[in-house]
């Protein structure tokens, strides 16, 4: 009798995680393919019609594919970590189901699809602008996904900061390149996040975005910031904050937002 009732117990356990599997995948099929749909219908309906749209169009995708990917791989490491569990369902529950961060996922989608849109659209004489904003964008964007999984958080944090700073290239780019600001500026930007989480300092969303902030600005020393950096690996924080200290306030075009807890970048005039 009591075989009979451990039984019928290892039955209902396993009844239990396979209906939790497939509330899971149903969770997980329907927000992706919500993600996916708003994307692609867009270029379903609208067909390339040149051989440089066609190229446009395959080369967005192509991104939109490889982050769908990452944000996949990235969510279902972090559930696994977090709850100790395998599996296919249990790792899917995880997977985009904050609101906030679908939304910013969705906005990353659209900045890409304007891009895809400037692209075709461009004229000859703004094709190198074009060009040198798609690379800044593209770079951070492939940075991101491509980042070292061995790492236990993710340099942006987030999707919405990732967001934020795709939208202020794509929205400013043609700016930003007139006051300099280039892709070396991307690459030490990052390079700046990878060393204060390399010597385990926890930078918040707010100290992330300020960072990039300076950097839109010119309002940073980045060579003397990352040497500063490696020589004091004790205190990563307060070398980035006294650095931004000696920033010039005349030269903020853009500032940091805040509104409760929500972040914005925005221009001052």
Not at 91 to 119: F, H, M, P
Request: aromatic share 10%; glycine share 2%; charged share 35%.
């Amino acid at each position: 009798m009591k075989k009979m009732k451990i039984i019928n117990k290892k039955i209902e356990a396993e009844k239990r995680i396979k209906a939790s599997r497939e509330n899971a995948l149903f969770k997980f099929k329907g927000e992706i393919v919500t993600v996916i749909d708003d994307f692609y219908n867009r270029f379903i309906s609208m067909p390339p019609f040149n051989d440089n749209e066609y190229d446009a169009q395959m080369e967005i995708i192509s991104l939109v594919g490889k982050f769908i990917d990452r944000v996949k791989m990235l969510e279902s490491s972090k559930y696994e970590e977090e709850r100790h569990m395998i599996g296919v369902g249990f790792s899917a529950v995880k997977e985009i189901t904050e609101e906030d961060e679908l939304l910013a996922i969705r906005g990353i989608l659209s900045e890409l699809e304007k891009l895809y849109q400037e692209n075709i659209r461009v004229s000859a004489c703004n094709m190198k602008r074009f060009l040198v904003k798609k690379k800044l964008i593209d770079y951070l964007l492939s940075e991101w996904l491509y980042e070292d999984g061995e790492k236990k958080r993710n340099c942006l944090n987030n999707y919405k900061n990732l967001y934020m700073i795709i939208a202020t290239i794509n929205r400013h780019g043609d700016e930003l390149q007139l006051r300099d600001f280039d892709r070396m500026d991307c690459i030490y930007f990052y390079s700046i996040l990878c060393e204060a989480l390399k010597n385990d300092c926890v930078l918040d969303d707010e100290d992330i975005l300020t960072i990039f902030v300076a950097f839109i600005n010119k309002n940073i020393w980045r060579n003397e910031l990352l040497s500063d950096m490696a020589d004091d690996v004790d205190s990563p924080k307060e070398v980035i904050k006294e650095n931004l200290k000696s920033a010039n306030p005349e030269k903020e075009l853009y500032s940091l937002k805040k509104t409760n807890d929500s972040l914005a970048i925005i221009k001052n005039y």
